[in-house]
């Protein structure tokens, strides 16, 4: 009796997760975001925004392959620099204050209609993460362009870190206070995740997203941005190749797909938005022209043992790499 109940149990789960693993952000301006039904009418099933990405082309993991799925061109979010954005990350649009556009309603709690979990009815495996201590950390990138198509990889910034992601559905992402304007009003954002190897298969996750910083007084241009690298201690893959933090604007992490990633760890090693990928939560603030490139902030807390640092020629441990300035134009 008791080993039927587990196997009902466990067949109720498998059918739950098929419909709400996984979690994105969800806004109006988002590319795929009216993409959210379970199948298409002859039954293949929809690549939703929340779905996984992972060993794709680059025609199918650039902005979640949506490029075809534009947002209303109106539909831009405006972010305002100094202050916090809050988005909705949920594992499905019914679980959002969006409910009204998926197909299958109001999936919200009608307990609790602002209920802060992702996932409503569901454990924290179905957002891949075993608590809150092993959580894998989210990042908001931005490119000066106001055509998606226009927009390369190297040309993304990440400009805002929240390492407390994916494990509340209002997720607040500050905006830094120097934001400069974007041309004709609109920029092209995008929202990362990766999550820690402990929880699920490996992926990553990335949606676009109009944006725009409305009244924004900045001044200089971002810099070209860097591809990051790790730099401290990741807690639970000790595995150590460490060299300093890259310092300043930073690209986004580009895993374990079939063609152009930009970071190339091991199947169960992912590079994270976290501290010891040289990204601290809250705005980047160093990511503007003529920044000074200095000390690495992403080294972590404590001090580390000298042999987990990388020993550069001269002996020294730890000290930041140099590099060579970029073009100043972006
Ligand atoms: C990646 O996709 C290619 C092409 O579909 C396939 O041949 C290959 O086995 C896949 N690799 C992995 C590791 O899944
Ligand atoms: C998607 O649906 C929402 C809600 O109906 C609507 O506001 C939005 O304009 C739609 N987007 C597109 C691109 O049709
Ligand atoms: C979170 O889960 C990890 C991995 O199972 C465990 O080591 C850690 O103690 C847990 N932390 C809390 C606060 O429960
Ligand atoms: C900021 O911009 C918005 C939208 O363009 C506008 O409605 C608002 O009045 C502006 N606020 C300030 C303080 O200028
Ligand atoms: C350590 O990381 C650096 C930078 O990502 C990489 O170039 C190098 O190949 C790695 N070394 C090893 C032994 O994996």
């Keep these: 009796m008791v080993s039927l109940r587990i196997s009902f149990a466990v067949v109720a789960f498998a059918l739950t997760s098929q419909v709400s693993a996984h979690a994105c952000i969800w806004h109006p301006s988002m590319w ?8 298409w009418p002859n039954g293949k099933p929809i690549d939703r925004p929340q779905d996984p990405i992972y060993n794709r082309t680059f025609d ?42 998926n197909p299958g309603g109001d999936s919200r709690d009608p307990q609790n209609l602002d209920l802060n979990w992702p996932c409503v009815n569901n454990p924290p495996a179905q957002f891949h993460t075993v608590n809150e201590s092993t959580l894998g950390g989210c990042a908001l990138s931005i490119a000066y362009k106001s ?14 870190v929240q390492e407390i992601c994916v494990w509340t559905r209002f997720t607040p992402f500050e905006i830094p206070a120097e934001m400069p304007p974007c041309p004709n009003g609109k920029c092209i954002c995008a929202w990362h995740w990766i999550h820690q190897a402990i929880s699920g298969s490996e992926q990553m996750y990335m949606v676009g997203f109009q944006c725009n910083p409305q009244n924004a ?13 790790r730099c401290g201690h990741d807690p639970l893959n000790p595995e150590l190749n460490l060299t300093a933090c890259v310092p300043g604007a930073k690209q986004p992490l580009f895993w374990l797909q079939a ?5 190339f760890n091991e199947y169960h090693d992912p590079p994270l938005y976290q501290p010891w990928y040289g990204f601290e939560t809250g705005a980047q603030t160093d990511i503007f022209e003529s920044d000074p490139i200095s000390t690495p902030t992403g080294a972590p807390t404590g001090t580390p043992s000298p042999s987990q640092y990388h020993h550069t020629s001269d002996g020294s441990c730890g000290a930041p790499h140099t590099y060579a300035p970029y073009p100043s134009s972006i």
Aim: charged share 20%; proline share 11%.
């Design 217 to 229: 007084t900045g001044t200089r241009p971002l810099a070209r941005p860097r591809v990051p690298n």
């Design 32 to 39: 795929g975001f009216n993409l959210s039904a379970q199948a």
């Design 60 to 101: 199918g993991w650039w902005f979640h392959g949506h490029l075809g799925y534009p947002p209303h061109p109106d539909d831009i979010l405006q972010l305002t620099p100094g202050e916090p954005t809050v988005f909705e990350l949920a594992c499905d649009k019914g679980n959002t204050n969006y409910w009204q556009s």
């Design 147 to 160: 055509d998606i198509n226009e927009v390369q990889p190297e040309d993304l910034t990440i400009f805002s």
């Design 259 to 263: 063609e152009r990633n930009n970071m």
